[in-house]
């Protein structure tokens, strides 16, 4: 069972289009995650959210905008984005965030820039 | 430098055959280890992590690991491989306690386990 849950599985947007992508869990976790992972290779964290607060950026470009709306929820919002942005993107969470040592990822949105 | 090393690229094993899976890393302290799976399509899995104590952990679907702490390894073992372990498997090491970027996770770049029948 997949307790990170992310939508949408697949997504392929142009890249004038703006979109969101969107993570849930609930097993009272307070530290949500943001990685991207190219094809066969470790995921790269982009941003952590404690306590709904965002605690990390890894200087990520500012067309990818995180939003934490409440202790469950994380979302992804994208606007134009670069065919280089094409990646899995996965969800994680951790009980906190002393350490960023995700506990459980969701299965990730897969994301084609035309 | 902090790193994790991960040597072995691709291994390939025989359903039933036994499995070890290299992990060596660079780090100033003892870091926390950890081992995560990921299957085709599929998200990561957090499979045991290491902290404290007994050097031999045990962790979900059979697996367990070593630290060993004069080899800076902590390699994955499995005595008996099944057909639905085939999955790329990452080693990654962290700091137990810290602030900022210092807290984040530092990973392998990863082992690609084929299983044949």
């Known amino acids: 069972d997949t307790e990170v849950t992310q939508t949408p599985k697949h997504l392929v947007m142009g890249m004038t289009n703006k979109k969101s992508l969107k993570c849930e869990q609930h097993?009272?976790?307070?530290?949500m995650y943001w990685y991207k992972q190219k094809a066969k290779k470790p995921p790269e964290l982009m941003f952590v959210y404690s306590y709904e607060k965002l605690s990390i950026n890894e200087s990520v470009p500012s067309r990818f905008s995180p939003e934490c709306p409440n202790s469950s929820l994380l979302n992804l919002h994208l606007h134009a984005l670069q065919p280089e942005d094409s990646a899995l993107y996965l969800c994680?969470?951790?009980?906190?965030?002393?350490?960023?040592?995700?506990?459980?990822f969701g299965d990730g949105t897969r994301l084609s820039i035309l | 430098a902090q790193s994790v090393t991960q040597p072995d690229i691709h291994i390939t094993v025989s359903e039933g055959a036994s499995l070890e899976l290299r992990c060596n890393y660079s780090y100033g302290a003892t870091p926390y280890l950890f081992w995560y799976v990921q299957s085709p399509g599929q998200g990561l899995q957090l499979l045991l992590k290491y902290f404290s104590g007994d050097t031999l952990v045990q962790g979900i679907k059979g697996f367990e690991a070593e630290f060993k702490r004069s080899q800076s390894s902590f390699n994955l073992r499995k005595p008996s491989v099944h057909w639905s372990d085939a999955a790329e498997y990452f080693c990654?090491?962290?700091?137990?306690?810290?602030?900022?970027?210092?807290?984040?996770?530092?990973w392998g770049l990863g082992t690609s386990l084929a299983v044949n029948p």
């Open positions: 097993m009272g976790h307070r530290a």
């Open positions: 990654a090491v962290g700091p137990p306690s810290g602030a900022g970027n210092n807290r984040k996770l530092i």
């Open positions: 994680a969470s951790s009980q906190d965030d002393r350490a960023v040592q995700p506990q459980h």
